[in-house]
């Protein structure tokens, strides 16, 4: 036996040899039947494991019982920051934030045991970071306990889309909304700009009547700014960029940006005397000032210091940035600096998103510094941020720096006589507007015809023997669009140019959010300086 031997048989008692034979041959299948069962079951669990362990989704097993995490996988090791006998000390409650234990435990307690768990829970990482996951398990034994075997898959990145999904829905209401508003609500922004500008023209410099006018036409500038920001959302602002001295923007703003922050702002503006000029839209530069000065605003809830500085910066060698390596070249520079709460760093990381607002609900649509961000971006520069906590915020934004040549030759033309002597068509069907233009107009020296729709400026220009050479026309009236009356009246007057009007536009005439080539365009509300050179420059060709 000692040798291997099933049995053995003494030859006087050979009657036994076929039962030993038979249970021998018995107990070898039962051997090898149970070396394939271990090896079946070591493969197993080696396949169970393998699939535990390379999975891509965090996985664990904790007890019933004590709440006690088991086993965990490297996924979930990786994606919580645990290492694994740290892990291996948690109780599940460990990855919940207080407030949703409660819940947890009544989820536990009314558990049937074969259940498969399936939902959307917080977890927190061991960094304290708060994540969204969703949840499926089912029950299994495990080293003789009963427990729960989860898989977890992180969707916090797509409940955030999906949360900016629902607000760009808002937002692409809100910005139909000012599309269908604008037209009439820029109408009287511009009749009350005009009005404003005329009585100014015939106020003497030292009446005191002047400041109250002066007043008027800051609120109204102001609430231009915002009708340009509605906009903007909705992707209806007409950019139309030029050559510009950012200087001179930044010092027209003080006075507004003075009465939009309060007196707990102290503002202090420092501009350099030979800063270069650069080409962007002229509102759009407006408005991602004014949106840095609130934001800014907004940082210094008790109150701070506010400083605008521009300047040339020369840079020779590529400049890296969190979000984007500035190339080497030259240009203008425009800081914004408060001394407010500044940002931490998961702030910093998403300043710059969509709908990413660190304000309460319904303080904020987390659309201000996107839309600067954008802004910068459509004028070919690049937005630079530096922030502490505690200390304060700095946005610079570097803009392409124009020829001097070609700053100059801008200026020039910012000073070029804006009288005139021609015949100018003006069709508006807004008769506050109408008459403005007609007064300004007239005020220069052109003669002027005016019509309140594009059937009265077709019987005009019907009747008038001479040259028109200028239509001045709203976009959207009621029987006919300026479009459609420029076209019929230039068959018959092919010199005759057109500059179009509107508080929004027509797609006809953007093409991708820029001005289409060849097509004059000037957005209400307008001031009457702005109406008369841009006049002059759709005359002579500029344009």
């Known amino acids: ?86 892990f291996l000390a948690l109780r599940i409650e ?120 002066l007043d008027i036409r800051s609120a109204s500038e102001r609430a231009a700014v915002l009708t340009r920001q509605l906009l903007t959302f909705s992707r209806q602002q007409v950019v139309s960029p030029q050559v510009l001295r950012l200087n001179d923007l930044v010092l027209e703003l003080e006075k507004l940006l003075r009465r939009l922050l309060g007196e707990d702002v102290a503002i202090r503006v420092a501009v350099a005397p030979d800063c270069g000029g650069v080409k962007a839209d002229p509102g759009q530069l407006e408005q991602v000032i004014v949106n840095l000065a609130v934001n800014a605003r907004d940082a210094m809830p008790n109150g701070g210091r506010l400083t605008l500085e521009t300047r040339n910066v020369d840079l020779d ?29 998961p702030t910093k990381a998403r300043i710059f998103e969509p709908f990413f607002t660190t304000k309460p609900v319904g303080k904020g649509t987390g659309l201000g510094l ?28 570097y803009l392409p720096r124009v020829d001097a040549g070609e700053a100059q030759a801008a200026a020039e033309e910012a000073a070029v006589l804006l ?5 100018v068509l003006v069709a508006e069907d807004e008769d506050a507007v109408r008459q403005i233009i007609e007064k300004a107009l007239q005020a220069r020296g052109y003669r002027v015809m005016v019509a309140r729709d594009g059937s009265e400026a077709l019987a005009l220009a019907g009747r008038h023997p001479g040259q028109i050479d200028l239509l001045v026309t709203d976009v959207v009236m009621p029987d006919m669009n300026g479009r459609e009356l420029s076209q019929r009246l230039t068959h018959g007057r092919p010199t005759m140019k057109t500059l179009y009007l509107s508080g929004y536009t027509d797609d006809a005439i953007l093409h991708h959010g820029v001005l289409e080539e060849g097509v004059a365009f000037l957005q209400k509300p307008f001031s009457l300086g702005a109406l008369a050179r841009k006049v002059r420059d759709v005359i002579e060709a500029r344009l």
């Open 1 to 86: 036996m000692k040798a291997g031997a099933a049995d053995y048989i003494l030859k006087d008692h050979l009657t036994r040899l076929p039962e030993a034979i038979r249970r021998a041959l018995l107990e070898q299948r039962l051997r090898v039947e149970r070396e394939q069962a271990v090896a079946a079951l070591r493969e197993s669990e080696a396949q169970y494991r393998s699939l535990f362990e390379s999975t891509p989704y965090p996985m664990w097993v904790f007890d019933l019982e004590t709440h006690r995490v088991l086993a965990v996988n490297g996924a979930a090791i990786t994606h919580y920051g645990y290492s694994r006998e740290e």
């Open 419 to 423: 009288d005139g002597a021609e015949t």
């Open 370 to 397: 996107a839309t600067v961000y954008g802004a910068v971006k459509q004028s070919g520069g690049f937005i630079w941020l530096y922030s502490e906590v505690g200390q304060g915020t700095s946005f610079k934004i």
């Open 317 to 345: 060698a590529d400049y890296p940035t969190d979000r984007v390596t500035i190339p080497a070249g030259r240009y203008v520079m425009l800081a914004v600096t408060d001394t407010g709460t500044g940002m931490d760093a």
């Open 94 to 213: 460990d990855l919940r934030p207080a407030e949703d234990i409660p819940a947890l435990h009544r989820h536990l307690a009314t558990m049937p045991a074969d259940y498969h768990a399936a939902g959307i829970w917080r977890h927190r990482k061991k960094d304290g970071t708060l994540i969204e996951v969703e949840t499926s398990g089912h029950g299994i034994t495990f080293a003789g306990r009963r427990a729960e075997q989860v898989v977890i898959n992180d969707v916090t990145e797509r409940k955030r889309l999906e949360e900016q999904f629902r607000q760009a829905q808002k937002m692409e209401a809100v910005g139909r909304l000012a599309a269908g508003v604008a037209h009439d609500f820029n109408n009287l922004l511009t009749a009350i700009l005009g009005t404003t500008d005329l009585m100014l023209e015939d106020l003497p410099t030292d009446d005191p009547d002047r400041e109250g006018l």
